[in-house]
């Protein structure tokens, strides 16, 4: 039963790495929008948008390829993990700060579709898909209490979005509220 879940995350590890390598063209091939998004997210970036365009959209097409690539893609995983983990960071520091009238410059997602605490939890669980695949080709993840954690853990994850989302939701209503 546990091959079967091996061949999943694998197969996940490679649709992460065919999405880094679509989500980096597409970034390249719109460049001044993915600029403006830059720009946006108010992070310091402003001034050198245009390079920071090209750096991001080379380095996801550079982990795409290591993915696919068999001898480098724990490395590659690693890779998408780190970057992953950086976009989840600008995504949350400008939730806190309120600032959720920006496009995400997510993948594929349309110019007009907002950051949300879901980009920042989707971040999350394709970390730990990442992970889970390193894990796996390591030969780590072998017994069924390894899964079973990984399954609490999914979860909990997936339990502390939603409670997440709702008091965000329920804090935007208040604000309404009041006015």
């Known amino acids: 039963m546990v091959q079967y879940f091996d061949i999943a995350l694998i197969v996940l590890g490679t649709a992460l790495g065919f999405y880094f390598i679509f989500s980096g063209l597409h970034k390249l091939l719109d460049r001044d929008a993915f600029a403006r998004i ?10 050198h948008a245009d390079a920071f365009t090209i750096i991001f959209s080379t380095l996801e097409i550079s982990i795409g390829l ?10 590659g995983l690693c890779c998408a993990s780190l970057l992953l983990a950086g ?17 995400c410059g997510c993948g594929f997602s349309k110019s007009d ?32 209490t390894d899964w079973a954690w990984m399954y609490v853990s999914a979860i909990g994850l997936l339990l502390s979005m939603l409670i997440f989302s709702q008091a965000m939701h329920n804090t935007r209503n208040l604000k309404l509220l009041r006015g």
């Not at 290591?66 to 490395?75: G, K, N």
């Not at 976009?87 to 496009?103: E, P, S």
């Open 113 to 144: 579709q907002n950051i949300s605490v879901i980009h920042f939890f989707r971040n999350g669980l394709l970390i730990i898909t990442a992970m889970l695949s390193v894990m796996v080709d390591q030969g780590l993840m072998s017994s069924p």
């Open 38 to 47: 830059l720009v946006d997210y108010n992070l310091g970036l402003s001034r």
């Open 87 to 103: 976009y989840a960071v600008a995504i949350l520091i400008n939730l806190l700060r309120g600032n959720t009238d920006i496009a």
């Open 66 to 75: 290591l993915i696919l690539l068999p001898m480098a893609r724990d490395v």
